[in-house]
């Protein structure tokens, strides 16, 4: 008989889980709500950024001469 290891009961029930939480995020409308919600958020987190324009990422391009 092959014995088991919490790990792998750990494992096993953390997949389980995640699948579970997939499925009632997916499948109901409290759970499409709040993915929509998640998505506009991150939407209007990402266009409200402000971004760094004193280090040009070019400078990192070893094939680019005018770069270095």
């Given at each position: 008989?092959?014995?088991?290891?919490?790990?792998?009961?750990?494992?096993?029930?953390?997949?389980?889980?995640?699948?579970?939480?997939?499925?009632?995020?997916?499948?109901?409308?409290?759970?499409r709500n709040a993915l929509a919600w998640?998505?506009?958020?991150?939407?209007?987190?990402?266009?409200?950024?402000?971004?760094?324009?004193?280090?040009?990422?070019?400078?990192?391009?070893?094939?680019?001469?005018?770069?270095?």
């Amino acid at each position: 008989m092959q014995t088991v290891s919490v790990h792998r009961v750990y494992q096993l029930s953390g997949i389980i889980a995640a699948i579970l939480l997939a499925l009632l995020l997916v499948g109901t409308a409290t759970g499409r709500n709040a993915l929509a919600w998640i998505y506009l958020q991150s939407t209007e987190a990402i266009a409200n950024a402000t971004h760094i324009h004193a280090f040009p990422m070019d400078r990192l391009d070893p094939t680019c001469p005018q770069c270095m």
